[in-house]
């Protein structure tokens, strides 16, 4: 009952002490003008510059490839099925297949694009404690509704998270050993359910606890914004940088070049 | 004598076609630290929640600080005065910071953020958890949860404290620490226990809940109310009461 079941990644230097604000703020404008780009030359700028915030940010190159790994799998589906759906010049054949040097590029931008924002975002976003990450949104102007949301969903996640592991004990206590038959799946079904109708009446119970503390389906923040100069700084450094990155996109597209 | 500051009228409860509570009445008058008492499943905690309009009475009336409460309106005021303290302190935690979660119930009284940190930190540092300020309320232990719940609760400054069995699962330095603490307050307080130290310390009277209804019991403190055990033998219905030495609910 000690740790958090979501994995947080640890990170430090600069990027860490910025405000959240800013981190999702520039997360979202870099995944925004990543999208965007329409030639291999910018995204990969785009990818060497995700690559350089994360390094920043002092994530782990074994947390960082841990996570690109679940990234990876998906798009080696598309890399190896994109340019035979794809139409256009050929680019190879293989039997009757006719893999285009369209779908080829088509696949290698998506594939520098995902892993561009993926990196952006666990360097910037990925590093904040789930629940300034939910203040920070309060902050920036999402929803009070859809802000409690997350906050209680991240509370409630690791209170079912226990239920579950004390359930599980119990269960182990008593000898089950999982294994692939009728038994191993009823009993998994009931832990499943059992789960669901004491994670409910917690639920209710919690609310009944804020309801007796005079709550009214609206939640005040204690935390006072600390925005330092630092922030305005490092807004500003990678706002030149993604206008970089788009002038540098515009430019490949001109003509002569 | 003195208006009761909370009074239920003839209360009758029903849960699942099961009474629960039936015809009961109840005051609580000022200064009054009534024990709760009743086997497993009597209705302590539903009569709690009843009297915080968490639950709603079948039939009878329910009054509180003077005024009949029936809606949910009505009991948003009687909230704000009467502090409950759940039995799971896991169902009352739900900020991240200890800090935070004290200060919730300010807050949402209307009190400004700075007000309502400077309530926060005053009661966490009355209860000697000064410290646990900027703790993760999950990380806590159990006894430092209850605690921590029971900082959320006062720091509202409830004119009535209902406390749900707050010793349970507390060793026996953190309940002493406890006992001391609600011992030194003046608000009228509502124990639901089975701990008889506890409540032979601190209540000045004892009702038991049998079938749906309140019955005076008597609460008598022995001359060795301490929690070692040591043969002690009880007639049967001497049990039937509440005790303050623990010996009868452990073999020995």
């Known amino acids: 009952m000690t740790a958090t079941p979501i994995p947080h990644l640890a990170g430090s230097g600069w990027i860490v002490a910025r405000d ?34 994360a390094l920043a940010a002092g994530l782990k190159t074994r947390d960082l490839a841990r996570r690109l790994l679940a990234l990876e799998g998906f798009m080696l589906i598309l890399v190896l099925t994109l340019p035979f759906t794809t139409p256009g010049a050929s680019w190879f054949e293989l039997g009757s297949l006719s893999a ?32 300034a990450l939910g203040q920070a949104l309060g902050r920036l102007g999402v929803p009070d509704k859809l802000t409690h949301l997350l906050l209680m969903t991240i509370r409630q996640i690791h209170l079912i998270h226990a239920e579950f592991v004390r359930l599980r004990q119990a269960m182990r206590a008593r000898a089950f050993v999982p294994r692939t038959d009728r038994h191993t799946w009823r009993a998994y079904g009931w832990l499943m359910g059992m789960l669901l109708v004491r994670s409910l009446a917690r639920a209710e119970r919690l609310m009944d606890a804020m309801r007796c503390r005079g709550f009214r389906g609206r939640l005040y923040r204690l935390d006072t914004p600390h925005w330092q100069p630092g922030d305005t700084l490092a807004a500003l450094g990678l706002m030149t940088l993604l206008g970089a990155l788009a002038w540098l996109d515009h430019g490949l597209g001109l003509p002569g070049v | 004598m003195t208006t009761p500051l909370i009074e239920l009228q003839r209360v009758r409860f029903d849960y699942h076609d099961r009474t629960v509570l039936r015809e009961l009445d109840f005051r609580l008058a000022p200064g009054d630290r009534v024990a709760l008492i009743g086997s497993n499943g009597a209705g302590k905690t539903t009569l709690l929640h009843l009297l915080v309009g968490l639950k709603r009475p079948s039939a009878g009336r329910i009054l509180a ?38 200060a919730f119930g300010p807050l949402n009284l209307g009190r400004s953020p700075e007000q309502a940190r400077a ?46 069995e707050p010793t349970n699962g507390l060793d026996e ?40 209804r309140l019955v005076d019991a008597i609460l008598h403190s022995h001359a060795h109310a301490h929690r070692h055990s040591h043969p002690h033998p009880h007639s049967a219905d001497e049990l039937t009461g509440p005790h303050t030495s623990l010996e009868h609910r452990h073999p020995h």
């Open chain 1, 100 to 131: 285009s040097t369209a779908g080829r590029d088509l696949a290698l931008m998506i594939l520098l694009k995902a892993n561009a924002v993926v990196l952006a975002l666990m360097a910037l976003v990925g590093t904040l404690e789930p629940v």
């Open chain 1, 20 to 53: 959240p604000r800013l981190r999702v703020g520039a997360a979202l404008a870099f995944a925004l003008i990543t999208v965007g780009l329409d030639h291999p030359g910018s995204t990969a700028a785009a990818l060497g510059l995700a690559l350089g915030l």
């Open chain 2, 65 to 102: 600080f003077g005024c009949e409460r029936a809606s949910e309106r009505d009991f948003h005021q009687v909230r704000a005065r009467v502090g409950l303290l759940f039995q799971d302190s896991d169902d009352q935690l739900f900020c991240p910071t200890v800090l935070e979660d004290v």
């Open chain 2, 119 to 164: 309530d926060a930190l005053e009661t966490l540092d009355h209860l000697g958890l000064a410290d646990f300020a900027e703790r993760i309320t999950y990380r806590l232990s159990a006894g430092e949860k209850r605690l921590v719940a029971l900082a959320t609760v006062l720091a509202m400054r409830p004119e009535v404290l209902l406390l749900d």
């Open chain 2, 173 to 212: 330095a953190t309940a002493e620490r406890l006992i001391a603490h609600l011992d030194g307050m003046e608000q009228a307080m509502i124990l639901v226990s089975h701990d008889w130290p506890f409540l032979a310390r601190l209540a000045t009277r004892a009702v038991r809940l049998v079938e749906g």
